[in-house]
């Protein structure tokens, strides 16, 4: 889904994550499961994740280290690259001529106005004018590269519209030419979105044949990765050909035409989408000639079938960590780990409405001070998730890593603060919302439980039935005082952060911070992070933004950023992906 400059080759850097140190001290932990639903399903997989997350509590708390295997994991990260080598002059030849792609669902479409999950084919038959990649701090952006329909593109000075100079000579795989017209066209198709809001689609631009001008409803940092990034590029003469409206989910699904590397052959609903190689494609033909999207919904079923050569890409939306860890640990031969970081993270939000504990910064920090990042990730999370000193993922262009971080976990210091807001240790209780059945988070609040009773805080679990987390956090905020979400640092994965500190961002809504006197400074150093017209002028009030966040707000607490994993075949060569879903794979051949 969603800057600047031309293609960029990051280099590969190798990190380790160093071995987490258990706490030993014993404590005694009680939870509370109750459901707002009162459904004996709920019911039934609150009391299953409160056991599961009690066993991981204890591996926790006896040290065991071999609980997990993240520690030892290493890993290629996204700060240099992991993106970084496609070679898109290559004379290789492949040892094999199919491709086959694990995805987890069919999405019937590859249209992402129909359905979110057609981000899973899009990539493959359509092209959009800029492409995803890292950058060399490890932030996403979107891109002028060779496989982009954008050869270059300006932001107006006032910072209200876009010019998009279009790749000439591009052919759709019907032989079709692609122009403005296209795009406009493709543009408003997408309109929809609720990333394109942005833009004033009914007042786009042709200019020329290979010009377009997209204006914008008001500045925004994520503009160009937007509107950029997003739209697949359909044809709209094929798309009047069809039938136009009343043709619409055809053309998006079993009469697909894109100007993509592949081209639709067969779609066996449920099963598999066949796609051979677009003859007209604008980056020279793929040299895998045929690729297989495969529907395998079983983690465990997809794993198998790539240890035995069925398919050759298990996508990280499906991949576990038990299969991963025996990638890692050389138990698996023929399978590469290939890892990428992602804007979404684990964070827990806290009710800060009017006569709620936590209005009191003072709390705030010494719930902060009380939770050991550091066992959650290495006890709960495992090779899902890792810590960062920062208030947002590191993929988010601007973000500070704090050297040393301000909130480690500290018993005493958690104490202090308790004290500042008259507390006595033993005399705050909070509970945490967890939906029933998930657990991940489960085990983390069990940890959470354990290392707020050093801290002072008795902390009850509240499993609330998973349907009805949002309308608790949005609309009954007397119910709550503490819940773990996965949030991202924008709006969906845009990679500029302003969106989550807005007055219409997470914070603001889930977490009611609007009476807190620190709330409103917030909100304006967001709203000039979104609106500033130069990186150098964006991140100087984005670093503002985190200092004061740390300092004054507290609103949320980052525990883990979440990190992806894909396994594929060893023998898969010259490929590379960015975020979940967009593949790389024009020019990859076997070996």
Same mark, same amino acid.
């Given at each position: ?5 031309a293609?960029?080759l990051a280099?590969?850097?190798?990190? %380790?994550? /160093?071995?987490?140190? &258990?706490?030993t001290?014993?404590t005694? =932990?009680?939870?509370? +499961?109750? $459901? *707002?639903?009162a ?5 039934s997989?609150?009391? %299953?994740? /409160?056991g599961?997350? &009690? ?5 926790? =708390?006896?040290?065991s +280290?071999? $609980? *997990? ?10 700060k240099g690259?992991n ?16 491709l086959v792609?694990?995805i ?11 359905q979110?999950?057609a ?6 038959v359509?092209?959009?004018?800029l ?5 060399e701090s ?16 300006k ?10 100079t ?9 032989g079709y030419?692609?122009t ?5 066209f493709?543009?408003?198709?997408a309109s929809s979105?609720?990333d394109?809001?942005?833009m ?8 020329d ?7 914008l409803k008001h ?16 044809s709209?003469k ?9 043709g ?21 609903s449920?099963?598999s989408?066949v ?29 198998m079938?790539?240890q035995?050569?069925e ?9 576990n ?17 290939y ?7 684990h964070?827990?939000?806290e ?18 001070y ?9 006890y ?8 960062t ?14 050297d ?16 500042a ?7 705050l209780?909070?509970n ?6 998930d ?5 983390a609040?069990?940890l ?5 009773a ?8 509240k ?18 005082d503490l ?7 924008g ?7 302003a ?7 997470v914070?603001?809504v ?9 709330y ?5 150093l967001a ?7 130069s990186d ?15 300092s ?7 525990i ?6 894909n396994l ?12 979940y ?5 024009a ?5």
């Amino acid at each position: 889904m969603k800057k600047i400059i031309a293609l960029v080759l990051a280099a590969m850097m190798i990190l %380790s994550m /160093a071995a987490c140190t &258990a706490k030993t001290e014993e404590t005694t =932990a009680s939870t509370s +499961a109750t $459901s *707002t639903t009162a459904a004996a399903a709920s019911a039934s997989a609150a009391s %299953s994740s /409160a056991g599961n997350a &009690a066993e991981t509590a204890q591996a926790a =708390a006896e040290g065991s +280290a071999d $609980s *997990t295997g993240w520690q030892n994991v290493i890993y290629a990260s996204a700060k240099g690259g992991n993106i970084d080598a496609v070679d898109y002059d290559t004379t290789a030849t492949s040892t094999k001529d199919t491709l086959v792609v694990q995805i987890p669902t069919d999405p019937g479409t590859f249209d992402l106005t129909y359905q979110q999950t057609a981000q899973y084919t899009l990539t493959w038959v359509y092209n959009k004018l800029l492409t995803y990649r890292y950058d060399e701090s490890g932030a996403v952006g979107a891109f002028v590269t060779p496989e982009s329909l954008a050869t270059d593109y300006k932001v107006d000075d006032d910072g209200l519209g876009i010019t998009f100079t279009l790749r000439q000579g591009v052919k759709f795989s019907n032989g079709y030419d692609f122009t403005a017209e296209d795009a406009k066209f493709s543009l408003q198709h997408a309109s929809s979105l609720s990333d394109l809001a942005v833009m004033d689609a009914d007042n786009i631009e042709v200019v020329d044949d290979y010009t377009i001008h997209v204006p914008l409803k008001h500045k925004d940092a994520n503009a160009v990765y937007d509107v950029g990034g997003i739209a697949q590029m359909h044809s709209y003469k094929y798309w009047q050909e069809c039938g136009g409206e009343a043709g619409d989910a055809e053309f998006c699904s079993t009469k697909a035409v894109g100007t993509g590397p592949y081209m639709l052959k067969e779609w066996n609903s449920g099963d598999s989408i066949v796609l051979v190689a677009n003859p007209y494609y604008f980056n020279d033909e793929p040299i895998i000639k045929n690729v297989i999207l495969r529907v395998i919904s079983d983690p465990s079923v997809a794993f198998m079938a790539l240890q035995n050569g069925e398919i050759d890409w298990m996508t990280d939306t499906s991949c576990n960590w038990t299969d991963v860890s025996t990638v890692v640990d050389g138990s698996v031969d023929g399978i590469t780990d290939y890892v990428e970081y992602s804007t979404t993270c684990h964070t827990l939000i806290e009710d800060c409405s009017e006569g709620s504990p936590l209005a009191d910064l003072n709390v705030r920090k010494a719930v902060a001070y009380a939770i050991n990042r550091e066992d959650i990730a290495t006890y709960v999370y495992e090779g899902a998730g890792y810590c960062t000193n920062s208030i947002v993922s590191m993929s988010s262009p601007g973000t500070v890593e704090y050297d040393p971080w301000p909130y480690e976990y500290s018993p005493d210091k958690a104490k202090e603060c308790l004290a500042a807001a008259g507390y006595a240790p033993g005399e705050l209780s909070l509970n945490i919302v967890i939906g029933a059945g998930d657990t991940l988070r489960g085990s983390a609040a069990e940890l959470m439980i354990s290392t707020f009773a050093e801290c002072g805080i008795n902390l009850e679990i509240k499993y609330v039935d998973i349907a009805a987390v949002a309308d608790t956090l949005v609309n009954q905020p007397q119910e709550w005082d503490l819940a773990l979400k996965g949030t991202s640092n924008g709006n969906y994965t845009e990679p500029y952060a302003a969106t989550f500190f807005s007055d219409a961002g997470v914070l603001s809504v889930q977490c009611h911070p609007q009476n807190d006197p620190a709330y409103a400074k917030m909100v304006e150093l967001a709203k000039q992070m979104n609106e500033a017209t130069s990186d150098e002028e964006r991140n100087n009030v984005w670093k503002q933004l985190q200092d004061y966040y740390l300092s004054d707000c507290m609103y949320s607490y980052k525990i883990v950023s979440v990190v992806g994993h894909n396994l594929i075949s060893s023998h898969l060569k010259n490929y590379s992906k960015t975020y979940y879903y967009n593949f790389d794979v024009a020019h990859a051949y076997f070996d």
